[in-house]
């Protein structure tokens, strides 16, 4: 049994595919798949099985994983200690973050840093995707949270580090709404439907390339603010896409005042969460710390 044994139960678990799992952490699925089955064999039992959901936990799996991300955890913990106890992490941090990546992963993470390392005086603002790469290019920024998928390309001076977290996308109905009977949803079915645009440029590009072809979406309103976009989809205003990240604990969907359903075309994949770093600061103490905090 080893950490990387581990690390890989807890992503198949996290992305329920040893597919996705593997793209993630950068290995072949057959190398993956026998180093699972080797620690499976190892512990006696059997710690995932294929649904029709996907790769899920067996019954004694639901058991061990727990403890498996227990142990992950404290080596999180233990390597966050000894870094803060051999550097002594001074100056100035800039980050560059889109909007998902803000409202879910920084405030956490900045909070147990700023009392790690109180010496770091940290900024940060909100960009699409292109500002930052470029940003990070130009060397305007120390650090760029993003998303990247397949068909991103990234300059050679920049080093991508992955998150290990991976999001879809799903479209936000008002409670009740007759699109919750459909299995998934393309945007073809919602042409006729008042469309409430959260306003970056990742979605526009993609609206953009549908209306060329299709006609144009009846938005009725364009908003920047993910609260603003759901609260508005909940009081019955029309219907949004957000990724699934945007959802996870999300109070209007946990009191059931919208609903989430698939997305079809052309939002039927999944964007992986990176941290990217020119090249020349990627070794920098403050600006590694502070992604093995969004990691952990």
């Known amino acids: 049994m080893n950490f990387e044994q581990l690390s890989y139960i807890k992503t198949v678990y996290e992305q329920e595919s040893i597919v996705r799992a593997s793209q993630m952490m950068h290995i072949s699925q057959s190398a993956m798949s026998q180093s699972i089955a080797s620690l499976e064999k190892e512990l006696g039992y059997q710690l995932f099985y294929r649904s029709r959901k996907g790769t899920v936990p067996t019954k004694i799996g639901k058991q ?3 403890k498996i991300l227990e142990i992950l955890e404290a080596k999180e913990h233990l390597m966050i200690e000894i870094d803060s106890l051999q550097t002594n992490i001074a100056g100035k941090l800039k980050i560059a973050t889109i909007p998902t990546i803000f409202h879910k992963l920084v405030p956490k993470a900045l909070s147990q840093f700023k009392q790690d390392y109180p010496n770091v005086d ?7 995707r ?18 990247q998928t397949t068909i991103n390309e990234t300059p050679k001076n920049i080093i991508e580090t992955s998150l290990n977290l991976t999001s879809n996308f799903k479209l936000i109905v008002p409670a009740k709404s007759k699109l919750t009977f459909k299995d998934t949803v393309d945007l073809e079915d919602i042409k006729d439907y008042p469309f409430v645009l959260y306003d970056r440029s990742f979605y526009h590009h993609h609206l953009r390339q549908f209306e060329q072809t299709s006609g144009e979406l009846k938005i009725v309103f364009r908003t920047n603010n993910p609260v603003v976009l759901m609260r508005t989809v909940a009081e019955g205003l029309g219907v949004g896409i957000v990724s699934s990240l945007m959802l996870e604990n999300e109070p209007f969907l946990n009191n059931e005042l919208i609903e989430a359903i698939p997305l079809g075309q052309p939002f039927n994949y999944f964007i992986n969460f990176v941290a990217v770093t020119h090249k ?7 600006v590694q710390a502070f992604i093995k905090y969004l990691k952990h």
């Open 64 to 66: 061990l994983i727990p």
């Open 130 to 147: 292109e500002d930052i790469v470029s940003m990070v290019e130009n060397n305007e920024i120390d650090l760029g949270l993003t998303g």
């Open 122 to 128: 940290i900024e940060v603002i909100e960009a699409d």
């Open 280 to 286: 020349e600061r990627n070794h920098d103490s403050s």
